[in-house]
Structures are given as C-alpha cells and as structure tokens.
C-alpha cells in the first residue's frame, strides 16, 4: 500500500507541473524545459493531427466529467472514520496493565474485536482500489497524450505548421492540461485516505500485539500464586469502584463489537439467515405432515420428539449455525446462542440417551448457566472468587452424588461400554474440579478459574454437540424417506451408505469441533497450534524442489476431496442426470466416466498447486514420468489410450456380455487401464483395455437384447420326419419367453449314425434368461415326443459273429432255451476265424 501512494504521489507531481509546462512553452526562452515524453508515446504525424486532436479532445473531456461527478472519498471517508473510532477507544480504555486485569474471555473477545477490524480494513483498502483504480490509469494515459503533443510542439518543424494546426495542437495541449488539473484533486484526497489508512493499520497492529501480549501473560499466571490464600481474602483492599467502571467500559465495546459485526453482513452471516429463514417453515411443514404418524405411533421416538418439536429444533439448528458459520463472531455473541441452546438440548434428546444418562444432562446444564451467571460478581473481586469456590464445590458434589446414584442401577448389555467410558470421563472430571478447588484455596485463581469453567464448558458443549448431530441425522433419514425424494435413483439405492457417510462425518465433525473448544478451554490451543504450525512448516529440500510436511498434508487432503468429488459427480450424472436424456447407446457411460477423469485431474492440479508445487519443479517430475514411458510403462499407456477410444467408439458398456480371449460374463465397469468383467460362473476378471481392442470381441449385446436358442435331437430310424415338425413347430411358438418374430423353425438337418437329426431353433429378446427358457423349451418337447410315442433312441451296435468254439455255442444254446444269460465267454472260446 505504501509503494501504491508513493506511485500515486509522482503522478500528483507531475500533475501540479503542468501549469508551470504551459507557461514555461508560453514565456518565450532560448532553451525551453524538456518534457517527460515516455518511450512509448506515439509520434504524430501532421496527417494525423486533426483525427487525433478530436480523440484526445475527447478523452480529456471524459476525463474532466469523471472528476465532475465521482467523488469516492465522500463513500470512503465515514468507514474510514468508524474503523479509526473503534481502534482509538480500544487503545485508551484498555491500557497494556489493564488488559492483565481483565478475565480471559474478555481478552479474547477484544483480541476478535482486532481481527475484525483489521478485515474491515482490509475490505475498505479493495473499496478503495477499486473506486480509485481509474485514477492512475486515467493519469498515465494523460501523461502519454501530453507527452506526444508536446513533442510536435518542441520538433524542429513545429513552425512550419499550418496555423490552424497549431492552433489545434495548442487546444488539444491547454484541455489535456486542464484534464490533469482536474485529476489531482482526487489524487490528492486518495493520497490522503490512504496515508489515514496505513496509520490506522499501524495502531490496529499495536493493539493485537498488546492482546496478544496480555493473554500469554494470563496464560503465564496459571502456573503461579496470583492471590493471597483464601483464609487471608479479608485483609486484600478491593477495588471495586474501578474493577466495575473497567467492566462496564468492556462490556459496551462488547455490544459495539456485535453491533458492528452484525451491520458487516459478511458472506457466512447472509447464509445464516438464508438457513435460518428456510428452516422454520421445513420443520413446521415436516411437522404438520407427521402429525398422523406420531399419534400412531409408527414413527420412532427420536424422530417424533424433534419433529414435534419444530421450533426448538429450529433455535437449537440456528444456535449451531451460529457457532459452525460464525467462527469470529464476539465472544458475547457465542455465548448467548449457547444459552438459548440449553432448553432445546433438554427437550431434542433422543428417549434412549435421556433414560441411559438419567440426571447428568440437568445437572450440566444447570451448572452451565450458573457459570454464566458468574459475571455478576465480576466487580468484587472477592465476591467472584468465593463463587468460584461455591461453583467448583456444586459441581464436584453433584458429579460425586451422580457417581453414587448409577452405582445401583443396571446397565443394558449394549451400553455398557459407553456407560463405563461416562464414568471414567465423570471421575476425570471430578480429579479436575479437586485441583481448582486446591488451587483457588492456596491462591492461584487464575489456574482455578480456567479449570472450572473448562470441565463445566467441555461438557455442556458437548451435550450440545450430542443433540445437534441427533437432531441432523434424524432430519437426514426423514428427508430421504419422503415419497418426493425417495423417487430418485439415488435416493432409492443409496440412501442407507448416504446416511451412514453423513452419521460418520457428522460425528468426525462434532469430535473435532468439541476438541478444538476444549483445548481452547483448558488453554493449550495456542500452545498446540504453534507447535503444530512449526511442524508442518519444516521444509525439505532436494535441488530445486521444496517440500513441507503442510504441503504433503494438504495435497493428501485436496486428493481424498478431488476423488470424493469426482465419484460423487460421476455418481448423479450415471444415475440422476444421464439416464433422464434420450442419448445414444454408451454415451452416458462415456460421458459420466469422462467427466470423473476430468474432475479428478482438474482436482490432483489443484491439489499440486495448493501444495506449493510450481511448474518449475513438476517439470522434473514430468520429465521423469516421460523416462518411464520410454522404458517400462508402454503398456500402461497403451491401456490408457485403449480405455479413451472404447469410451469415444463404445464398442462394449457396462451390462453388455462379451465373450474375450476365452472369457465368458458381463461388462461391470470400464476404466481408465482396464475393464472388470463378472464371468457366469460368479469370478471378477480383469481385462487391460489394450486387450479389448487387439483381441477378437464377441459382444452379445451390442445393439439388442436378443439371443438366438438352439436345440439339437435325434429321433428314431422310422419316425416321420414331417409329423415332427409339426409336432414341435407349436411346442416351440408357445414355450414362454420365445417370441414370434422371428418365427420359431424346426429343421431337419440329416441323417446320423443310429438317428434322424433334427434342430429346433428358436429368439428370445430376454438375454438374461435365455438359459431357463432354452431348459423348458426342452422340457416341453420331451413330453410331446413321449406323448406322441416318438422314440429318442440311445446308442446301439450289432455284433455279427462269423464263427464261435463248441463250448460257446453250447453255452448260448442253454442260455437261449432257459432264458438266462449263459457263462460268461473268454477270448479263446469267442473267436473269429
């Protein structure tokens, strides 16, 4: 900003030294000043003169009319004012040893009254730019204009000129003049406003130092005695008269603070109330449409408390929008949400947790509100310590007394796991409240302090978290149920793994939300973010590439995002947007596949870049890459060039059954190196891209669903060949499934070894079941035959005997005369001679 004025200034310069250019080209002078001209101003020709006259007369005169009737700093002025209004009431009221004094929420809250007002700083600076931008282009264009005109007037042949051209260049001289005359007035007041704003800068950066200051010296104190022993606290002089003028000097910068925030309509704050706006009448219009199934009792409890409750669901989901959607709001502001959350966090919890946590959600809740009440005694110092003591012992008696009170009661089977885990939390709870209570009785306050409101805050703000992830994934599984969203693809097929991804993010998103407050309650958030920003930041170095341990994190992060994105998109494209459009066979999968590739790389580009990669060093990289192409990934890229001509050509989609280098099922995706193939007999194959196009493809689907049935049977020598066909032509033509065009035909292929050969061939457009019809179609000519008393012959071979022994012979004649089989024969007595 400062390079910006002194920019700015030079041009204000050069712009009060235009009248004393004229002037100096008006007063006759054996050597006249030579003007500025730039290397990039245009010589003019005499030609040109009269056509170029009227163009700069022109721009000069929009130039002056611009200054007429803009006047930014009348707009830019008052915001300028009130944020240097709320830096210097912050700098007087608070004194660096006041700031000590204070109690550390109120130090936190001043220290977000700084960021805001350095961002609306920040903001007013990007007003400026861009109400004053045509400030310094207009300047330098004038600068060039003037420039070039002045340079016909000091050539050597600017007394051969026409009269009336140098009339002409005089004018087009005295209005670019007078342009720039007009011009530095706003220069200078933008000069000004920006000087203003660099001062304030400098004082809004003081005070964050000196909060910033004072909170690592309150942090400092939680390790030491601050107070005299509780038994000495009569013998302290207290200065309450002060400590209440301090209070009440903080609390109306506090209200100033959410009166300026809330009058700053930032981004999150307008979407706020858009969510606030747009949830009240959901949850009344779910509510009303409820009605009947929660007086029946169909409905489970859950959900039937929170939608027949719809306005504390409504005030507990807006009190968590403010916490979740305004992060620096003041801290007075955070707090008043939290305790109109109390009643709706009471009244939305689930049936089965209030009767599983019996008294604990009261007992929090009203030890909260408690806490809260505490600023009361904010103004004796005395008074607010032994309220600490009384809250400290409430709270370690009611969770001792809580402890006692589930000891006898029976704990389902299914809970007892988290019913163990409360207690273990309840007893921390209770070692925590023992240390503050010691702590504040030896004298160190400060320690005392922080620990009580951590386990009382950690607590509530988790009964919070509770109810609110209840409350959202109760709505969640309402709103997929309805008839309206349940007709989408989506919804219908995806609905149970949609939910449990939301149950799962919901929860992460509450742990994580809950260990940032308690961290920042027990006072180590500051101490864990730097130490954690100085890991991250540790750089690794290897020639012209520079790698962080936050570079990694983030690429790792942007790439689990990128390909949840891209399946997410590929996912709404297969299923919602694609199969609604009349496109040709496999363009939708190709388009949704497509696309995924798409959004992946566009987001590995992103994620390279958010990692601090520059071109330079993916060059390297890349380069590396093209190595290992040329030597050992060629089929690789093969199969990646293959996989984008099947999605241009669509020789196969998924669904289709192919039959490829011996393997035999149905097409189940197609990516980018290979495709997943589901044979019959239930195997996943995988078949490299490369392969689909270099082998021979048999693709039984491509263009229909049909299939051709084909079955083969041989009948007895004798059978009429023709009453055959008639017999089974009928057969076929009503077998379910077999259509009637093409026509069924029943063929009569030749003569066998012991059988008439016949072939009955027969279409089905139902592919996937052409196996069960071709199976009855057999049975029902198997029982036509049989009724017909058509005989389907088996194998047969006559054995002539040209001669046998006398003992063969004799054994086949007994045989023949008593009917049984005779002896059995060996190779001597059975001979052919």
Same mark, same amino acid.
């Given at each position: 900003m400062r390079v910006r004025a002194r920019i700015l200034n030079g041009l204000f310069g050069w712009m009060l030294c235009l009248p004393s250019l004229v002037s100096a080209q008006a007063t006759p002078a054996p050597t006249p000043p030579a003007a500025p001209a730039p290397a990039t101003a245009a010589i003019i020709t005499m030609a040109e003169i009269p056509l170029r006259a009227d163009t700069d007369l022109r721009y000069a005169e929009g130039v002056l009319q611009r200054v007429a009737t803009t006047d930014p700093g009348a707009t830019l002025s008052p915001p300028l004012d009130a944020i240097a209004k709320s830096a210097d009431e912050k700098l007087y009221e608070f004194q660096p040893a006041q700031l000590r004094t204070l109690p550390i929420m109120r130090v936190e809250s001043?220290?977000?009254?700084?960021?805001?007002?350095?961002? =609306?700083?920040?903001?007013?600076?990007?007003?400026? +730019?861009?109400?004053?931008?045509?400030?310094?282009?207009?300047?330098?264009?004038?600068? &060039?204009?003037?420039?070039?005109?002045?340079?016909?007037?000091?050539?050597?042949?600017?007394?051969?000129?026409?009269?009336?051209?140098?009339?002409?260049?005089?004018?087009?001289?005295?209005?670019?003049?007078a342009a720039g005359?007009?011009?530095?007035?706003?220069?200078?007041?933008?000069?000004?406003?920006?000087?203003?704003?660099?001062?304030?800068?400098?004082?809004?950066?003081?005070?964050?130092?000196?909060?910033?200051?004072?909170?690592?010296?309150?942090?400092?104190?939680?390790?030491?005695?601050?107070?005299?022993?509780?038994?000495?606290?009569?013998?302290?002089?207290?200065?309450?008269?002060?400590?209440?003028?301090?209070? =009440?000097?903080?609390?109306?910068?506090?209200? &100033?603070?959410?009166?300026?925030?809330?009058?700053a309509d930032s981004g999150n704050q307008r979407a706020l109330h858009v969510l606030q706006v747009l949830l009240l009448p959901l949850l009344l219009w779910l509510a009303r449409k409820s009605r009947d199934a929660i007086r029946a009792g169909v409905m489970s409890e859950t959900a039937a408390g929170v939608l027949g409750r719809p306005l504390s669901t409504w005030l507990l989901l807006s009190m968590l929008g403010v916490l979740a959607l305004e992060p620096d709001a003041p801290l007075m502001v955070q707090q008043v949400a939290l305790v109109l959350a109390a009643v709706p966090v009471l009244r939305l919890l689930p049936p089965a947790a209030r009767r599983q946590l019996d008294e604990w959600?009261?007992?929090?809740?009203?030890?909260?509100?408690?806490?809260?009440?505490?600023?009361?005694?904010?103004?004796?110092?005395?008074?607010? &310590?032994?309220?600490?003591?009384?809250?400290?012992?409430?709270?370690?008696?009611?969770?001792l007394w809580l402890l006692h009170r589930t000891r006898h009661q029976t704990t389902p089977a299914a809970s007892a796991r988290l019913a163990s885990i409360l207690r273990a939390i309840a007893w921390g709870a209770a070692t925590v409240l023992c240390v503050s209570l010691a702590a504040n009785v030896f004298g160190n306050v400060s320690l005392a302090e922080m620990l009580t409101s951590a386990v009382i805050g950690c607590?509530?703000?988790?009964?919070?978290?509770?109810?609110?992830?209840?409350?959202?994934?109760?709505?969640?599984?309402?709103?997929?149920?309805?008839?309206?969203?349940?007709?989408?693809?989506?919804? +219908?097929?995806?609905?149970?793994?949609?939910?449990?991804?939301?149950? +799962?993010?919901?929860?992460?998103?509450?742990?994580?939300?809950?260990?940032?407050?308690?961290?920042?309650?027990?006072?180590?958030?500051?101490?864990?973010?730097?130490?954690?920003?100085?890991?991250?930041?540790?750089?690794?170095?290897?020639?012209?590439?520079?790698?962080?341990?936050?570079?990694?994190?983030?690429?790792?992060?942007?790439?689990?995002?990128?390909?949840?994105?891209?399946?997410?998109?590929?996912?709404?494209?297969?299923?919602?947007?694609?199969?609604?459009?009349?496109?040709?066979?496999?363009?939708?999968?190709?388009?949704?596949?497509?696309?995924?590739?798409?959004?992946?790389?566009?987001?590995?580009?992103?994620?390279?870049?958010?990692?601090?990669?520059?071109?330079?060093?993916?060059?390297?990289?890349?380069?590396?890459l093209g190595v290992g192409i040329g030597f050992g990934l060629q089929n690789v890229v093969n199969n990646f060039v293959s996989g984008l001509i099947l999605m241009f050509e669509r020789p196969v989609q998924p669904g289709d059954v192919v039959d490829i280098a011996g393997t035999s099922g149905q097409v189940r995706d197609i990516g980018m190196r290979?495709?997943?193939?589901?044979?019959?007999?239930?195997?996943?194959?995988?078949?490299?891209?490369?392969?689909?196009?270099?082998?021979?493809?048999?693709?039984?689907?491509?263009?229909?669903?049909?299939? +051709?049935?084909?079955?083969?049977?041989g009948l007895a020598y004798g059978t009429e060949p023709r009453r055959v066909i008639e017999l089974l032509d009928p057969v076929a033509r009503q077998t379910p499934g077999v259509v009637t065009e093409p026509a069924p035909t029943v063929l009569f292929m030749g003569f066998g070894a012991s059988t008439l050969d016949f072939s009955i061939r027969a279409w089905t457009y139902d592919f996937d079941r052409w196996i069960d019809i071709r199976s009855d179609l057999m049975t029902r000519m198997y029982d036509a035959l049989r009724e017909a008393g058509i005989e389907i012959p088996f194998p047969q071979r006559d054995l002539h005997l040209r001669s046998v022994s006398d003992k063969a012979s004799a054994a086949l004649g007994a045989g023949r005369r008593t009917g049984e089989p005779g002896p059995n024969l060996s190779d001597s007595d059975a001979q052919a001679r």
């Open positions: 001043l220290e977000r009254h700084w960021i805001f007002d350095a961002r =609306r700083l920040a903001r007013w600076h990007a007003d400026l +730019r861009q109400a004053t931008a045509w400030y310094a282009t207009d300047a330098a264009e004038l600068f &060039r204009r003037h420039a070039a005109w002045q340079a016909i007037k000091d050539s050597p042949t600017a007394a051969s000129l026409p009269p009336a051209l140098a009339d002409r260049v005089d004018a087009v001289l005295a209005q670019l003049t005359q007009a011009l530095s007035g706003p220069l200078s007041r933008q000069v000004e406003l920006e000087q203003r704003a660099n001062a304030i800068e400098e004082r809004i950066k003081a005070g964050q130092r000196q909060v910033a200051d004072a909170i690592n010296d309150i942090d400092a104190r939680l390790m030491r005695v601050d107070s005299p022993p509780l038994w000495d606290l009569g013998k302290t002089r207290d200065d309450s008269e002060g400590t209440l003028a301090l209070l =009440r000097t903080g609390l109306d910068i506090e209200l &100033r603070f959410a009166r300026d925030y809330g009058a959600p009261r007992v929090i809740t009203a030890l909260f509100l408690a806490e809260r009440l505490g600023f009361l005694f904010l103004a004796n110092t005395s008074f607010y &310590r032994l309220s600490t003591v009384a809250l400290t012992a409430l709270a370690l008696a009611a969770i607590g509530y703000f988790g009964l919070v978290l509770y109810a609110g992830v209840t409350v959202i994934i109760t709505l969640l599984q309402l709103l997929l149920t309805r008839q309206g969203i349940s007709r989408f693809r989506l919804a +219908r097929e995806h609905a149970p793994p949609l939910v449990q991804l939301m149950i +799962r993010l919901l929860t992460a998103a509450a742990a994580v939300g809950w260990a940032v407050y308690a961290m920042d309650r027990f006072r180590i958030l500051r101490a864990t973010y730097a130490f954690m920003t100085e890991v991250l930041s540790y750089t690794l170095t290897v020639g012209e590439i520079s790698i962080s341990l936050g570079n990694v994190l983030v690429f790792l992060i942007s790439v689990v995002i990128a390909f949840w994105a891209a399946r997410t998109i590929r996912l709404i494209l297969h299923d919602e947007v694609l199969t609604r459009m009349a496109l040709p066979r496999g363009v939708g999968n190709s388009i949704a596949s497509l696309t995924y590739y798409l959004v992946l790389l566009l987001g590995l580009g992103i994620a390279l870049s958010a990692a601090g990669f520059q071109t330079s060093q993916l060059t390297i990289v890349f380069g590396a290979a495709t997943r193939i589901k044979t019959f007999e239930g195997a996943d194959v995988i078949v490299p891209n490369g392969t689909l196009l270099s082998e021979k493809l048999t693709n039984w689907t491509m263009l229909d669903r049909s299939r +051709r049935i084909e079955v083969s049977i």
